[in-house]
């Protein structure tokens, strides 16, 4: 069996997938039978060693973005990988822990060789070109091969007659970060309507530059977490997020004697092995909660028993009235706040309690815990600050943790763990370069068109053409601006918007309006089953690439990544897409790109550097020499490195050894502790944390202008009335009148897949069965059982799903995982797979970019209705086109 073979035009999906799995099954003493890959059945041992013969261990790149950025390695024959391992190149130990792989890592290999592939370019049956034909059937239509000429000539029509006709103002480029080649090819064309706002880290996203003294690097490295009487996981859910290293150092720290606490609206794995106290939270409602915690701290502290009040007098500034910063507008401070001097009501547990849903006792609780009392590392992931209504989480999270005086001492660190738990801060010690540079960023191409629409609007400014412009997060902001826009086009490269962004029935609408859309997969995402071209990309297997996600977040090893197979079927990669479709607009591809994805790859390899072993500097990580260069076709100097090149790509993974004594052990803010004055922080205007922080009200006024939003500009961390808060479930919140949406609704992500990606994988759904989680209580007012399918609605949209039922999330809360794809029945309009953003709604009364999706309002009752919904390993593959044999 060679690649050639297999990924040639003439032979069936079926076979090639059989044959494959076979291989895979028979060497782990299984054989797979049936078209689902479900059943198993045991096969002759001997057997494995036969097929086996004559193969090669080959490290593989797990490109999706879970944030574990693990190892794995594919036994590799003929072009046909017959199964996977993780880490084994050393012994595991504390000191040099292996880079092991998960369940979503170890089944990549069906995203590669799927029956679900798309082989070829695509056209939607009844699309035609300029006019879009019948829109209404996009994401139900039938599709038509078509040849790889015939597919980018009509992206590049539709382009060209856009442009001619309402120009680029009309081209709407999806692509959360900017990262891909098309960004660059549309810039040179003369630019498209891009997006903003808010994505994985919630409101913590304002204030990246550390705007009142928190930047993301502020958390400490594993070796001192060891030395922490608690570790407050304030939302933090690694065993599903980004399984590998996070959760084996979690495990250690239990073992080491530190004591958990978790912190939110469902207990959850990650919780649970590390028998975490729960203090349950209802989404939104941490601000309230954090507010009463600082009441608690304060009423109750004894001669600096719970609060910090040297850390305070010291480092913050705000807290009371005799510690105002210089540029302060106002004369209120956050300790007058918390007793109510301002707005008549003091933040008590039991003020607190009934927005947040924490018992009082529990707040206390917590209260003694964040105390100074206590050595406590507060990490917190972005979902707390996803919700509506947490536009002051993450200030108010900085100042309770300042009063315990959490922050530059050992065992001690408060902040967003950006890095999905990786709880492993400092310096870098090892990485690649980051080579991969867009190519309208790399030629210094600034995008021609004005025109950034928040994320949050979408779908609604596609459907009704008009929108508020605020500028981009992280770039130049301004006030709100509302503004006409026009898009006729949608090109979608490397993501899967409509699925992943709220609103996704809007979404669909807006799909259905314009004149055309293409998306470029290699499975049937949501992006691309509502186009009408789609073209078939290479996995990161068919290929050597190094992109944006490639960046290890564990800052102690860095990955190879290595083609195994030659790109399958008639797959290309973007590169090549944006190459082809460069050339048709008359733009020279090479001014803007001039570097390939194997040179790219290359120079990552070049550019990579490891700490010196006394931690003084950095070294080249790898040795390469003109033989190298060569070998893979680029340009490059040889150097002298810590390890050869070929070395680096067979094992796969450099990870440097750490001891506990070693130069690398990290305690944020240390110097800034010790002497504020001499070391200032240097985001900050008073140089200190800002709990009164002028920067931060003055942003939100701006960014409030004079449009209706639920958002307060003060300076302080004050509590914010929430959009469909837990208040806005009742019509009659005096006497306690439900109303017609009595649930809040919270999204998890999710050890099936990594955000949107791998949903499609059987063994991952047989696996991960993909229910709702609902609370017991509840469920029992409900008539509904363990295993019922459920209807879950509210005014966007609704879907169903079998029912988990439990005591681990709270009453009044359901939650769902996160990026399901999705699969509406168009008789009914309910999505049967339990897509998360069908029911979410774009976030038009709270603070803009703030992109709020945990806490949508919604109900459910068991399904009676007529559609069967069977195990999600039980439905057939989405394959676009019948075999050709």
Same mark, same amino acid.
């Given at each position: 069996m060679n690649v050639d073979s297999i990924a040639g035009k003439s032979i069936d999906r079926r076979s090639f997938v059989a044959a494959s799995a076979a291989a895979t099954a028979t060497l782990a003493g299984l054989s797979l039978t049936g078209c689902n890959e479900n059943e198993l059945r045991e096969t002759e041992p001997d057997k494995a060693g036969s097929v086996e013969e004559g193969a090669e261990w080959i490290p593989v790149s797990c490109w999706h973005n879970c944030g574990g950025r693990c190892l794995n390695k594919a036994l590799v024959k003929d072009g046909v990988v017959l199964r996977q391992k993780t880490d084994d190149t050393h012994e595991d130990s504390w000191d040099w822990p292996q880079s092991r792989g998960c369940i979503r890592g170890r089944s990549v290999q069906q995203q590669v060789f799927g029956a679900d592939r798309v082989k070829y370019p695509m056209k939607r049956k009844h699309w035609e070109p300029l006019t879009g034909g019948d829109k209404s059937l996009r994401g139900r239509d039938e599709w038509e091969r078509i040849s790889w000429d015939e597919a980018l000539d009509y992206i590049a029509a539709e382009l060209k007659n856009a442009k001619e006709k309402y120009g680029n103002e009309s081209i709407l480029y999806l692509d959360a970060a900017l990262e891909g080649y098309m960004g660059g090819v549309l810039n040179a064309f003369g630019g498209f309507v891009k997006q903003t706002g808010c994505q994985s880290d919630g409101t913590f996203e304002y204030y990246a530059e550390g705007l009142f003294g928190v930047t993301y690097g502020q958390l400490n490295d594993r070796y001192d977490i060891a030395n922490s009487d608690y570790l407050v996981m304030w939302g933090n859910n690694p065993a599903w997020a980004a399984f590998g290293n996070p959760s084996y150092y979690i495990k250690n720290f239990k073992q080491a004697g530190v004591k958990f606490v978790f912190v939110g609206p469902d207990y959850n794995a990650s919780a649970g092995f590390t028998d975490a106290e729960w203090i349950p939270v209802r989404p939104g409602g941490d601000t309230a909660l954090l507010l009463a915690v600082a009441h608690s701290m304060i009423t109750r502290d004894e001669d600096g028993s719970l609060v910090d009040w040297d850390f305070l007098s010291r480092c913050t500034v705000g807290f009371d009235a005799s510690h105002m910063p210089a540029d302060a507008k106002t004369d209120e401070n956050f300790r007058d706040y918390i007793m109510g001097a301002y707005d008549g009501i003091e933040k008590t547990p039991e003020w607190a309690s009934e927005i947040c849903g924490t018992p009082v006792e529990k707040i206390e609780h917590l209260a003694d815990v964040l105390g100074c009392g206590n050595n406590c590392f507060i990490s917190s992931n972005g979902a707390p600050a996803r919700a509506k209504g947490a536009e002051n989480f993450p200030h108010a999270l900085m100042a309770v943790s300042a009063m315990g005086g959490h922050f530059g001492k050992p065992g001690n660190a408060s902040g967003l763990d950006h890095n999905y738990s990786t709880l492993n801060r400092g310096a870098t010690l090892v990485s690649l370069a980051g080579s991969y540079a867009p190519p309208y960023q790399g030629a210094g191409l600034v995008n021609p068109v004005d025109k950034t629409i928040p994320w949050s609007e979408l779908w609604n400014a596609v459907v009704t053409g008009k929108y508020y412009d605020v500028g981009v997060l992280r770039g130049e902001l301004h006030a709100p601006e509302e503004r006409e826009v026009d898009i006729h086009v949608i090109v979608s490269e490397q993501k899967n918007v409509l699925q992943t962004q709220m609103d996704t029935n809007m979404g669909i609408e807006a799909y259905r309006k314009v004149d055309f859309a293409c998306a470029q997969v290699y499975t049937m995402k949501t992006d691309a089953r509502y186009s009408d071209i789609v073209l078939p990309i290479? *996995?990161? +297997?068919?290929? /050597? *690439?190094?992109?944006?996600?490639?960046? %290890?977040?564990?800052?102690? /090893?860095?990955?190879?990544? /290595?083609?195994?197979? /030659?790109?399958?079927?008639?797959?290309?990669?973007? +590169?090549?897409? %944006?190459?082809?479709? &460069?050339?048709?607009?008359?733009?020279?591809? &090479?001014?803007?790109?001039?570097?390939?994805?194997?040179?790219? +790859?290359?120079?990552?390899?070049?550019?990579?550097?490891?700490? *010196?072993?006394?931690?003084?500097?950095?070294?080249?990580?790898?040795?390469?020499?003109k033989e190298d260069f060569e070998k893979y076709g680029v340009e490059g100097v040889p150097q002298a490195g810590r390890i050869p090149l070929e070395q680096f790509l067979k094992d796969g993974v450099y990870r440097v050894k750490r001891s506990a004594d070693d130069p690398f052990v990290y305690v944020a803010l240390k110097e800034f502790r010790d002497d504020p004055e001499t070391n200032p922080l240097p985001t900050t205007a008073s140089g200190k944390l800002e709990i009164y922080c002028q920067a931060k009200g003055d942003l939100f006024a701006m960014m409030k202008g004079d449009v209706e939003r639920i958002v307060d500009p003060s300076p302080l961390p004050k509590y914010m009335e929430q959009h469909e808060g837990f208040s806005d479930t009742f019509v009659d919140w005096e006497n306690k009148v439900r109303g017609q949406y009595p649930f809040q609704l919270t999204h998890v992500h999710y050890l099936r897949r990594a955000h949107s990606d791998m949903d499609n994988l059987p063994w991952l759904r047989e696996a991960m069965t993909n229910p709702v989680f609902i609370n017991k209580e509840d469920a029992d007012e409900k008539g509904i059982a363990d295993g019922d399918i459920i209807l879950v609605r509210n005014d966007n949209g609704s879907f169903i799903r079998p029912a988990t039922v439990s005591r681990t999330v709270m009453p009044g809360v359901i939650a769902i995982p996160h990026g399901a794809a999705v699969r509406i029945d168009e008789a009914t309009g309910i999505d049967t797979a339990g897509a998360d953003n069908i029911l979410t709604s774009s976030c038009n009364e709270t603070a803009f970019l703030s992109n709020g999706w945990n806490g949508t309002l919604v109900d459910y009752e068991k399904y009676t209705g007529d559609i069967e919904l069977l195990p999600d390993c039980d439905w057939p593959l989405d394959i676009p086109l019948p075999d050709e044999e």
């Open positions: 290479c *996995t990161r +297997w068919e290929y /050597n *690439t190094t992109t944006y996600y490639d960046v %290890a977040t564990d800052k102690e /090893n860095t990955f190879a990544r /290595n083609k195994v197979v /030659n790109p399958l079927y008639e797959s290309r990669t973007d +590169w090549e897409i %944006a190459q082809s479709i &460069a050339e048709r607009l008359g733009i020279d591809f &090479a001014e803007i790109m001039p570097r390939t994805d194997q040179q790219q +790859w290359m120079d990552a390899m070049v550019g990579a550097t490891v700490v *010196t072993e006394d931690g003084s500097g950095y070294e080249p990580l790898l040795s390469i020499t």
